[in-house]
């Protein structure tokens, strides 16, 4: 009997070890505001789930950290979840909604389908928060405290988010298949659409260092494969892109490549050394660096100064994240994140 106490003490003792180790560790979370524009929504005040939901920012940082840890990809996957989100009609959760007999929602979009994945953490994240703080916390501050989460587990800088958002009761397949930006996009259109969203040139080259982690299919940088055919790209390019068409040549075009060929899973600045030498792998990416000064000065900055950079996307995904939110009795918190309540 007394070994079963000691062995039922040291299991206890093991936990609490490893709940102090999360809750130290464990990002900090707040509604308080950035200071942008006032048609940007009010999210409310910091400390938002001190009270009323202590355990939120663990639960998510748990989560996050285990997705991550069986598949390394996932950090970026949630980080792409949020930035879909937002821009279509804000920081809402309706890309999230599932398409019923009577709604449309966002996942099969263009930009969307096939391609956005993590849905099963977020479901799995919501269904622990329900569990312990029912309908507190919606489906659009975990969405944004999940991409942070991702961003720091990985190696990157970590922000306060705001929180607050309420989750919308509807989604537009039309907005989000007009208004994201695709992979072969030109500057002008990159632009024109983060400048839609009253982000700034800045912001879109500090958030494309999102692409330091992940992967993408074949068919979203088939517009690369023909480089190798112009004779004034780089000599280190050229390899780069004869050793993507051995890749894809034997692919149906969902064959996956790095979008950072060096440190993939890793959030640092690479991704940005990358294009310099002519290996960028989304045309969008490359053309940061080929087709205008300005994006070329800030590509050259962030490769050079990795703090400038951390610092430059900690505010434009502080930015992001106050796209539009829904809040008050404009919206809801779902118990479930595939569907309104």
Not at 1 to 7: T, V
Not at 10 to 34: D, F, R, W
Not at 105 to 118: D, Q
Request: charged share 20%; proline share 4%.
């Amino acid at each position: 009997m007394a070994m079963k106490k000691l062995a039922l003490f040291s299991l206890l003792l093991n936990l609490a070890m490893v709940l102090a180790i999360v809750l130290a560790i464990v990002p900090k979370t707040t509604g308080e505001g950035y200071g942008g524009d006032d048609d940007c929504g009010d999210l409310l005040g910091s400390d938002l789930f001190k009270d009323i939901c202590p355990e939120a920012e663990a639960i998510i940082f748990a989560r996050v950290r285990l997705a991550v840890f069986q598949d390394t990809r996932m950090a970026a996957s949630l980080l792409r979840l949020h930035f879909h989100d937002c821009f279509v009609n804000g920081c809402d959760a309706s890309v999230l909604l599932d398409d019923t007999d009577n709604f449309v929602g966002e996942k099969t979009a263009a930009p969307n389908l096939n391609s956005l994945r993590g849905f099963e953490v977020i479901d799995a994240i919501k269904q622990e928060l329900e569990f312990v703080c029912p309908q507190t916390v919606s489906c659009a501050d975990i969405l944004a405290t999940a991409a942070r989460d991702s961003v720091v587990v990985s190696g990157g800088p970590s922000w306060d988010v705001q929180m607050g958002r309420k989750d919308s009761l509807t989604a537009s397949k039309a907005v989000a298949n007009n208004i994201i930006p695709g992979p072969n996009s030109t500057i002008g259109n990159l632009v024109a659409k983060f400048q839609n969203v009253n982000l700034s040139l800045k912001d879109m080259v500090a958030l494309s260092g999102a692409h330091t982690m992940g992967k993408a299919r074949c068919t979203t940088f088939a517009a690369r494969l023909q480089d190798s055919t112009n004779p004034n790209a780089p000599e280190a390019s050229l390899e780069f892109i004869q050793s993507l068409q051995q890749l894809c040549s034997v692919s149906d075009g969902s064959t996956l490549a790095n979008l950072d060929l060096a440190t993939p899973e890793t959030f640092d600045n690479q991704y940005y050394v990358n294009p310099l030498s002519g290996q960028g792998l989304l045309p969008s990416d490359q053309n940061l660096v080929t087709r205008d000064e300005q994006t070329r000065e800030l590509v050259e900055t962030y490769a050079q100064d990795l703090s400038t950079f951390f610092q430059d996307f900690k505010d434009s995904m502080i930015k992001l994240g106050r796209l539009g939110p829904v809040t008050g009795t404009k919206g809801e918190i779902r118990r479930n994140c595939r569907s309104v309540n």
